[in-house]
């Protein structure tokens, strides 16, 4: 699949990948191909290549689980009587504070086995459950750490701004002062965050401390992102977009006046079907509008225990398609192309094109859209990270 082909998907037939010291050196059609002394050879014969697919918004590294919540909900219990049985996300950051980093690594690593089993060759992770200096640390540490031991490209997101932690109930304003302050001050000396995100909701943060959050990780040359617009309409991804963010993600309220402003920033839209199908959401994410002004739809796990306890980018593709009517096509590049933008990897992934890494998924399928028409089935036949 290559970036500007006209045909749909960009679709190569016969062609051949060579790469080289984890570059792809070439992509294109076999009748075109210089000749190569390759080392090693795979034959595909007949199945699908397309670039590793990326996960752009996952929270794979946390403490606990929360099944017993779903359990408990689904037997009939209130809101209330979760929150007192110890439910919700405040549950994750305690369970996450009481991890040892090794246990918080183990658990993400199981996790992170079940995306590269699907093809995932890059994964964005936010940190976001700790809500403290420390344990948003040791996060971003076992993150990076899953980066340096497994073969798959790790990009790291400071989600301080997630919640207001119990030690600051009732004073976010005073918790975001300790976000855009002491904690982005080590998080950026240590070199642990690519990009700091922030949650702008009723339930969350507030536009101006989402200003702030951002006016900050800004002075430190990072890059933003932004959950926006999930339960209602603040108008944070037209304030994400205004900072020049990366991305704005969930976008079920998400109004045109938003759209336009991301689109004039050139700011990806992240989908996430797996948390609008797990909270029973109704709201449909203005894809239309998205297409309409040209906005890059990528699309991604929002792996969480709380509102998408998912692991699966296939079944991120069917959902999107069944759910909010993305062609296959889209999908894919929901998955590929527009994910790598949405992580400002742009040039390094995504596509297969001379120059970028050579991250593959062959596929035993007939035709592309085979990766989103199926429920439940995976045909992935073998995966490449940077060149093996
Ligand atoms: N949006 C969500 O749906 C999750 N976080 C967010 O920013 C919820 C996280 C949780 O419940 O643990
Ligand atoms: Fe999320």
Redesign the pocket.
Known sequence: MAADAAAPYGAIEDGVVACRGGRILYAGPRSEAPAFDAVETIACDGRWITPGLIDCHT?LV?GGD?AHEFELRLNGASYEEIARAGG??LS?VAATRAASQDALFASADRRLAALMAEGVTTVEIKS??GLAREAEVKQLEVARRIGRDRPVRVRTTF?GA??TPPEFKGRSGEYIAEVAGPMLDEIAKKGLADAVDV?C?GI?FSPEETARVFAAAKAKGLAVKI?AE?LSNLGGAALAAEHGALSAD?LEYLDEAGVLAMAEAGTVAVI?PG?FYF?RETQMPPIALLRRHGVPIALAT?A?????PLTSPLLVMNMACTLFRLTPEEALAGLTRHAAQALGLGAEIGTLERGKACDLAIWEIERPAELAYRIGFNPLHTRIWNGT
Do not use: C, K, M
């Open positions: 929270h946390y929360r919700g996300i994750t976001g459950y989600l997630h919640a949650f909701e969350a959950h999930q969930h996430l948390a909270l929002d969480n225990p709380g509102s998408s």
